[in-house]
C-alpha cells in the first residue's frame, strides 16, 4: 500500500478520518456516523442496541408515540450497509425492545430486514431485553463471540480487562462552552474497551460520565467518539461535562 | 317587557329599591353603564363592557346577578349554580371574592360566593359539586376541570351566566382557547346562558364580542357597552441628569430619579419588562435609599409565599414603592397606587395603558405615569407609544387561531365527561369563535389523535384511549386515562427551573477540580436549560450583579461573586419579554425619517441622529439600511428592520446560512427589537461592490422556502415548541416540578420523536399545531414574512469604512444578548481540539 503523494488530504479530511478510528487490542476499527462500528478489511459491521418497537411499547400505556422507529432505525441501518457493503454483520443484543415486539411490529419493517440480510452472514448476540431474540428475523443467534481476540457481547464486563466490544449502556457525551451545550451518542473506547451507542431511532442515551462507566475505564480516562451531523468527532473524556 | 325596536341594547333599567338604598347610603349614585349592562341582561343578551379601569367594571358585572339572585329568595330559586365568573389569576378571583362581600353583607343578600383553585381543599371541591353556591369564582383550568367531570351535566345545567374578567389578556393565548371550549361547552349544557365579559379597551372589540357568543355561520355578536375614560393620562418621559446610553436594558442613569419620584409619591408601582431587570432596578434602588424607604420587590420567580407578603404589605398601605414585571399587569387592586414608572420601552401601546391603569383606580383622576427609556432607541419607543396613547391608538393582537394541541385537549376531557358524539362535538367547538375556521377533517384527525395518536400508520388501535360505544359516543376506555387527563389539563408549559445558591469554591489539592461548598444564600432561579450550558468558571448577571459559575449541585447552580469590574461572559436573559409591537416599529420609523420630530427629542437622540445621518443615513419611512463595515479583523452586516426580537433572531438564523453558502463565512449574530448585526471573515460590503453577493436576493421571500424548512428540521426553538404541543395535546405526560429532578429526560425523548415524526409524516396534526405556533410564537415567521415583503425593493445599503452611530446601539448587545449563528458541531470540533492540545502536551 502506498500513498499518494501528489495528492495531499486535506487537513479537515485527515482530522475526520483520524476522530473515526478506534482502536480495540490488535483491531482499528472505524466508526460510522450512524453509530456502527466497522473493520473495513474484514468487511465486518457491528452496531448495538436497536430497541425495534421501542414506541409501540409506550402506546400500551397511552402514550402514542410515533410509531415510525423501527422504520427509522432500519433505515438508518440499511443506510450503513450500503455505505460499508459488509460481509458480516454482528448485532450486539437488545434487537427488540421487549417480549412484545415481534407481536407489535409490522411485517413490511421485518421483511425489510430480512432483505437487507441478502448475501450477509448475520448473528444476533442476545441482550437483556431480548434474551434470544426469537425465529422470524433471520441470520444466527449466539451469547457472545470472540473475534480477533476481542469479545463481543451484549453488556460490558467490568471484571474483565479486554479486549471487549459491546453495547447495553447507550453512551452519549456531553460539551459545553461559549453559552452553548450539545449532548450526542457517542463510542467511549480506551483501546481495550469500546461501548456503542445506541442504534435505535428512541434509545436515548446515558451520560458516559454517569457511575455505571466508571468500573470500565481506568482513571476514567477515555475518548467519547461522539456522533456529529456530518462526521464523528473524538473528544477527550477530560472535556466532557455531566448532566 | 320589549325593548323600543330601534334600539336593540335595551333602554337602562332602574335598580331595584335595595340596591338604590345600598348606593345611596355610601354617596354613589348607578353609572350608566352598570345599568345599561342589567338592562341588557335582563333582556338575554351577552355583552361585552369595555372600560378603563376604576370604572366600576367588576360592580357592574355582577349587578345583573346579585338583582336576579336577591328578587328569588333561595326556596324559589332552581337549584345550582347560577353564575360563574372566570379570571386568568387565582389570585384575582380570591381578590374579587372578597369585593363582593361589600354589596352582599350590606343588603343582607342570601346568596353564596365561594371560589376554586388549584388550592381549594379536596373535601370542599368535593362539597361544591354536591352543593353548589350560587356564585363560584375559578381559572379558565378549573372550569376545563369542572367540565371533564361526570357531574359536568348537572352542576353546569341551573347556570344562567358566566362572567369572564380581563378578557383582553386571556383571548391573547392557548389559555384563551381553552376557555373558548369551555364557554362552547358552557353554552350547550346551560341554553339561555349569557356572557359579560370585561375588558379594557381593545383595537378589535368585535372579535371579543364574537368571542363571548356560539357561532353559527351568522357572525354573531355580544351587545357592546363602552365607556370612555375620564381624565386624560398625566404621562411623562422622564428628564435625567444622565443621557441613556446607547444600549442596554438597566436604565442605571435614571435611578436618582426614579428614587425621588418614589419619595414624592404615596405609592410608586415601577414596571420593567424582565425578571432580570426587576432584580436589578431593585438593588440599584436599594443602595441609594437613604430614607430607607420601604421598598419591595415582587416577579414571578420568587417564592410564592414572598410574593403573598408584598401583596399584603401593598393592601395594607406599608410600601412605597413596588418593583414588578407583568405579574402585577392584570386588575387587581392593590391600593392606593398614584405613580406607575415604567422602565425600560413599553413594547406596546395598549400594554402601556393597561399598566398606566394600574395608578389611581377612581375613573375621574388622571393616572399619573412616567416612562424611563433605558437606552436611545426606546426613548424614540416611549415617545412612539406616548403618541399612540394621546391618539387612543389600540395596537392589542389579533384574534387566534385556535390551537389544535389545546382542541385535543379538550376532547379528552369532553371523553371523560361522559362521552361525546363527534359530530354534536364538532359542531360545538366550531361555535367557539377561535374555532369557527375548524373543518370538519381536521376535528376527525383530532379526535384520531387524541384515541390511538392519529398515525397514518394505524398500528395502536387496541391501545387507543377513547372509543366509540354502540351508542355512538366516544368514552374513555380506562379510568387512568381520566386521571392522566387531569394531571395534564392546562396550557401553561413551565420550563424547568433551578436555584441559583452562593457557594465557595475550594480547592483541596493544587490542580484537583474545585469542589464548591454547598449552603449559601438562594439568589434565585434560573432556566435549567442557561444553566446546562454554563461551564465552571463562566460569568453572567444575575440579580443584579456578575456570578461565577462553580457547579450543578443537584437542582442548585452554585455560583460565587466576582470581583467588581468583571465582565460577564455568557449572555443571560437580558433583552425584553415582549417584542416591539408592529404598530410602535412603524411609528418609530416614521420619527427616524422625520427630522422635525426627532431634531426636538431628549435624551441625546437629536445628536446621536445627527451624526447617523452625517456618517452613514437615515432611510425613509418604507427604507431598509443595511451598512456593512470591517471593526477589528472581522466584517460586519448590520440591517435595520424594526420588526422585534424574535422575528430578527429568525431572520438571523436565515441570513447565515445563505451567507454560508455563498462562502462569506459568517460567525455569528446578535439582535435587539430594532436591527440585528452578522459578522463573519468575509468582507460583505465588497462582496456587495463587486456583485459577488445581491443583497436584494440575500433578503428575498425565497429564504421561507428551503432554507426555512432545512432550519427547522434542527432548529431549537423548534423542538421547544414541538414538545409545549406535544404536552399540551397529552402525547407525553407533563412533569411537574419536584416530582423529578429535571426536565431533562422529556427533552431528550421529544427531540427524538420530533425528528422520526418530521421524517415520517410531516403532516401529522401535532406538526401543524407546531408550524401553527411557530408562526406566531418564538420563531414569529408571520411577521418575518410580512418584512420580507415589505422592503422588496427598498434595501438601501451604505458601505462603511467604520461602525456607524446606528450600528454601535445594536453591537453593544453582543455579549448581553444571546449570539447565535455557529453550526452546533463548531462545538463538537473545539472539544475534539482538546484533545489535540493534550496529545502535544
Known amino acids: 500500500m502506498s500513498l499518494a503523494i501528489d495528492e495531499p488530504v486535506p487537513p479537515a479530511r485527515r482530522a475526520a478520518e483520524a476522530a473515526a478510528v478506534i482502536r480495540v487490542g490488535p483491531l482499528d476499527f472505524v466508526a460510522d456516523v450512524s453509530g456502527a462500528l466497522v473493520l473495513p478489511e474484514d468487511r465486518l459491521l457491528l452496531v448495538a442496541d436497536l430497541h425495534l418497537e421501542k414506541g409501540s411499547a409506550y402506546a400500551r400505556r397511552g402514550i402514542f408515540l410515533p410509531p415510525y422507529d423501527s422504520r427509522a432505525t432500519l433505515a438508518s441501518l440499511a443506510a450503513a450497509l450500503a455505505r460499508w457493503r459488509p460481509a458480516r454483520v454482528i448485532v450486539l443484543g437488545d434487537t427488540l425492545h421487549d417480549r412484545g415486539a415481534m407481536e407489535r411490529i409490522d411485517p413490511a419493517d421485518i421483511a425489510a430486514l430480512r432483505a437487507m440480510q441478502a448475501g450477509i452472514d448475520w448473528l444476533w448476540l442476545s441482550g437483556n431485553h431480548d434474551p434470544a431474540p426469537p425465529a422470524g428475523l433471520g441470520g444466527s443467534v449466539a451469547r457472545e463471540l470472540a473475534y480477533g481476540g476481542v469479545t463481543l457481547r451484549h453488556e460490558p464486563s467490568a471484571a474483565e480487562q479486554g479486549p471487549e466490544i459491546a453495547g447495553h449502556l447507550h453512551p452519549a457525551g456531553k460539551v459545553r462552552g461559549g453559552g452553548r451545550s450539545l449532548r450526542r451518542r457517542c463510542f467511549a473506547a480506551n483501546g481495550r474497551r469500546c461501548v456503542l451507542p445506541a442504534f435505535g431511532a428512541y434509545a436515548g442515551g446515558l451520560n458516559v460520565l454517569d457511575a455505571a462507566f466508571r468500573p470500565l475505564f481506568a482513571d476514567a480516562a477515555f475518548t467519547a467518539h461522539m456522533l456529529g451531523a456530518g462526521r464523528v468527532y473524538a473528544v477527550p473524556s477530560s472535556a466532557l461535562a455531566p448532566d | 317587557m320589549p325593548a323600543p325596536a330601534d334600539r336593540p341594547d335595551a333602554a337602562p333599567a332602574a335598580l331595584p329599591p335595595a340596591f338604590a338604598a345600598w348606593f345611596a347610603a355610601?354617596?354613589?349614585?348607578?353609572?350608566?353603564?352598570?345599568?345599561?349592562?342589567?338592562?341588557?341582561?335582563?333582556?338575554?343578551?351577552?355583552?361585552?363592557?369595555?372600560?378603563?379601569?376604576?370604572?366600576?367594571?367588576?360592580?357592574?358585572?355582577?349587578?345583573?346577578?346579585?338583582?336576579?339572585?336577591?328578587?328569588?329568595?333561595?326556596?324559589?330559586?332552581?337549584?345550582?349554580?347560577?353564575?360563574?365568573?372566570?379570571?386568568?389569576?387565582?389570585?384575582?378571583?380570591?381578590?374579587?371574592?372578597?369585593?363582593?362581600?361589600?354589596?352582599?353583607?350590606?343588603?343582607?343578600?342570601?346568596?353564596?360566593?365561594?371560589?376554586?383553585?388549584?388550592?381549594?381543599?379536596?373535601?370542599?371541591?368535593?362539597?361544591?359539586?354536591?352543593?353548589?353556591?350560587?356564585?363560584?369564582?375559578?381559572?379558565?383550568?378549573?372550569?376545563?376541570?369542572?367540565?371533564?367531570?361526570?357531574?359536568?351535566?348537572?352542576?353546569?345545567?341551573?347556570?344562567?351566566?358566566?362572567?369572564?374578567?380581563?378578557?383582553?389578556?386571556?383571548?391573547?393565548?392557548?389559555?384563551?382557547?381553552?376557555?373558548?371550549?369551555?364557554?362552547?361547552?358552557?353554552?350547550?349544557?346551560?341554553?339561555?346562558?349569557t356572557a359579560i365579559g370585561l375588558s379594557a379597551t381593545v383595537r378589535e372589540p368585535d372579535d371579543l364580542r364574537r368571542y363571548l357568543v356560539p357561532q353559527a355561520g351568522d357572525d354573531a355578536m355580544a351587545a357592546h357597552v363602552v365607556v370612555r375614560g375620564g381624565a386624560r393620562a398625566d404621562i411623562r418621559i422622564m428628564d435625567t441628569a444622565r443621557r441613556p446610553p446607547l444600549a442596554g436594558h438597566t436604565a442605571l442613569h435614571a435611578m436618582r430619579e426614579i428614587y425621588a419620584a418614589i419619595c414624592a409619591h404615596r405609592t410608586t408601582l415601577v414596571f420593567v419588562n424582565t425578571r432580570m431587570q426587576a432584580e436589578f432596578v431593585f438593588q440599584e434602588l436599594w443602595r441609594i435609599n437613604e430614607e430607607g424607604l420601604p421598598i419591595a420587590l415582587h416577579h414571578g420567580s420568587l417564592d410564592v409565599g414572598q410574593r403573598r407578603k408584598v401583596e399584603a404589605a401593598m393592601t395594607a398601605g406599608a410600601l412605597r414603592g413596588v418593583v414588578c414585571t407583568s405579574t402585577l399587569d392584570l386588575g387587581i387592586d392593590w391600593g392606593d397606587v398614584d405613580l406607575v414608572v415604567n422602565v425600560g420601552a413599553p413594547k406596546g401601546a395598549s400594554r402601556l395603558m393597561q399598566r398606566i391603569g394600574r395608578s389611581n383606580h377612581r375613573l375621574d383622576e388622571p393616572s399619573k405615569a412616567i416612562l424611563v427609556p433605558a437606552n436611545r432607541f426606546e426613548v424614540m419607543e416611549c415617545r412612539a407609544a406616548l403618541d399612540a396613547v394621546a391618539a387612543a391608538a389600540q395596537d392589542t393582537p389579533e384574534p387566534r387561531t385556535g390551537a389544535l394541541d389545546v382542541l385535543a385537549q379538550h376532547v379528552l376531557g369532553m371523553a371523560c365527561a361522559g362521552g361525546f358524539a363527534e359530530d354534536d362535538l364538532y359542531a360545538e367547538v366550531s361555535s367557539a369563535a377561535p374555532y369557527a375556521w375548524l373543518d370538519r377533517g381536521t376535528f376527525a384527525d383530532v379526535v384520531r389523535f387524541v384515541a390511538t395518536g392519529g398515525y397514518a400508520l394505524a398500528s395502536y388501535d387496541r391501545f387507543a384511549r377513547i372509543r366509540v360505544g354502540r351508542d355512538g359516543l366516544w368514552r374513555v376506555t380506562n379510568p387512568r386515562v381520566a386521571q392522566q387527563y387531569r394531571l395534564n389539563v392546562g396550557t401553561i408549559v413551565e420550563e424547568p427551573m433551578l436555584k441559583v445558591r452562593l457557594g465557595r469554591a475550594r480547592r483541596s489539592a493544587p490542580g484537583a477540580p474545585a469542589a464548591p461548598v454547598r449552603g449559601g444564600r438562594v439568589l434565585g432561579e434560573v432556566e435549567e436549560y442557561f444553566a446546562e450550558t454554563l461551564l465552571p468558571g463562566d460569568t453572567f448577571i444575575f440579580a443584579g450583579e456578575v456570578l461565577r459559575f462553580e457547579a450543578i449541585a443537584e437542582t442548585d447552580v452554585v455560583v460565587s461573586r466576582t470581583a467588581p469590574g468583571t465582565d460577564p461572559k455568557i449572555p443571560s436573559?437580558?433583552?425584553?419579554?415582549?417584542?416591539?409591537?408592529?404598530?410602535?416599529?412603524?411609528?418609530?420609523?416614521?420619527?427616524?425619517?422625520?427630522?422635525?420630530?426627532?431634531?426636538?427629542?431628549?435624551?441625546?437622540?437629536?445628536?446621536?441622529?445627527?451624526?447617523?445621518?452625517?456618517?452613514?443615513?437615515?432611510?425613509?419611512?418604507?427604507?431598509?439600511?443595511?451598512?456593512?463595515?470591517?471593526?477589528?479583523?472581522?466584517?460586519?452586516?448590520?440591517?435595520?428592520?424594526?420588526?422585534?426580537?424574535?422575528?430578527?433572531?429568525?431572520?438571523?438564523?436565515?441570513?447565515?446560512?445563505?451567507?454560508?453558502?455563498?462562502?462569506?463565512?459568517?460567525?455569528?449574530?446578535?439582535?435587539?427589537?430594532?436591527?440585528?448585526?452578522?459578522?463573519?471573515?468575509?468582507?460583505?460590503?465588497?462582496?456587495?461592490?463587486?456583485?459577488?453577493?445581491?443583497?436584494?436576493?440575500?433578503?428575498?421571500?425565497?429564504?421561507?422556502?428551503?432554507?426555512?424548512?432545512?432550519?427547522?428540521?434542527?432548529?431549537?426553538?423548534?423542538?421547544?415548541?414541538?414538545?409545549?404541543?406535544?404536552?399540551?395535546?397529552?402525547?407525553?405526560?407533563?412533569?411537574?416540578?419536584?416530582?423529578?429532578?429535571?426536565?431533562?429526560?422529556?427533552?431528550?425523548?421529544?427531540?427524538?420523536v420530533y425528528d422520526v415524526l418530521r421524517r415520517h409524516e410531516p403532516d401529522h396534526v401535532l406538526l401543524r399545531a407546531t408550524r401553527s405556533d411557530a408562526a406566531t410564537g418564538l420563531l414569529d415567521l408571520k411577521r418575518l414574512a410580512g418584512l420580507l415583503s415589505r422592503i422588496r425593493g427598498r434595501i438601501v445599503h451604505k458601505d462603511l469604512d467604520r461602525v456607524s452611530p446606528l450600528a454601535v446601539s445594536v453591537m453593544l448587545e453582543i455579549g448581553r444578548e444571546a449570539v447565535f449563528g455557529e453550526a452546533a458541531d463548531d462545538l463538537l470540533a473545539q472539544a475534539e481540539a482538546q484533545l489535540l492540545e493534550e496529545a502535544l502536551a
Not at chain 2, 34 to 51: F, H, I, N, T
Not at chain 2, 725 to 743: D, H, N, S, V, Y
Open chain 2, 26 to 193: 355610601r354617596g354613589w349614585e348607578p353609572r350608566p353603564h352598570q345599568l345599561e349592562l342589567l338592562a341588557l341582561a335582563r333582556a338575554g343578551r351577552s355583552v361585552l363592557l369595555d372600560a378603563p379601569t376604576g370604572a366600576g367594571k367588576t360592580l357592574a358585572g355582577f349587578l345583573p346577578t346579585l338583582v336576579d339572585l336577591a328578587g328569588t329568595p333561595p326556596a324559589a330559586r332552581r337549584k345550582g349554580l347560577h353564575t360563574l365568573y372566570i379570571s386568568p389569576l387565582k389570585a384575582l378571583a380570591v381578590d374579587i371574592a372578597r369585593n363582593l362581600e361589600a354589596p352582599v353583607a350590606g343588603m343582607a343578600l342570601p346568596v353564596a360566593i365561594e371560589t376554586r383553585t388549584g388550592d381549594t381543599p379536596a373535601h370542599k371541591r368535593a362539597r361544591q359539586i354536591e352543593r353548589p353556591p350560587d356564585i363560584l369564582l375559578t381559572t379558565p383550568e378549573q372550569l376545563a376541570l369542572l367540565l371533564a367531570h361526570r357531574e359536568a351535566a348537572t352542576l353546569f345545567g341551573s347556570l344562567r351566566r358566566v362572567v369572564l374578567d380581563e378578557l383582553h389578556a386571556l383571548v391573547t393565548s392557548k389559555r384563551g382557547d381553552l376557555l373558548s371550549l369551555g364557554l362552547a361547552r358552557l353554552h350547550r349544557l346551560a341554553p339561555g346562558l
Open chain 2, 573 to 752: 436573559y437580558a433583552g425584553g419579554k415582549f417584542p416591539l409591537s408592529t404598530f410602535l416599529a412603524e411609528r418609530v420609523r416614521g420619527m427616524l425619517a422625520d427630522p422635525r420630530v426627532w431634531r426636538r427629542m431628549e435624551g441625546g437622540v437629536s445628536d446621536w441622529l445627527e451624526t447617523q445621518e452625517r456618517k452613514s443615513m437615515l432611510p425613509s419611512r418604507d427604507q431598509m439600511l443595511v451598512e456593512t463595515f470591517p471593526r477589528a479583523g472581522r466584517y460586519y452586516m448590520v440591517a435595520y428592520p424594526f420588526e422585534g426580537r424574535l422575528a430578527h433572531q429568525t431572520l438571523g438564523m436565515l441570513l447565515t446560512r445563505r451567507l454560508e453558502r455563498a462562502r462569506l463565512r459568517p460567525l455569528g449574530f446578535v439582535c435587539t427589537d430594532y436591527g440585528l448585526a452578522v459578522w463573519g471573515l468575509s468582507d460583505i460590503g465588497a462582496a456587495v461592490a463587486v456583485g459577488r453577493l445581491d443583497l436584494p436576493g440575500l433578503f428575498s421571500e425565497e429564504m421561507l422556502g428551503d432554507d426555512l424548512e432545512e432550519w427547522l428540521a434542527e432548529s431549537a426553538l423548534m423542538k421547544r415548541t414541538f414538545r409545549h404541543c406535544a404536552i399540551i395535546a397529552g402525547l407525553i405526560e407533563r412533569r411537574f416540578p419536584g416530582q423529578e429532578k429535571t426536565g431533562r429526560q422529556v427533552t431528550m425523548s421529544t427531540d427524538l
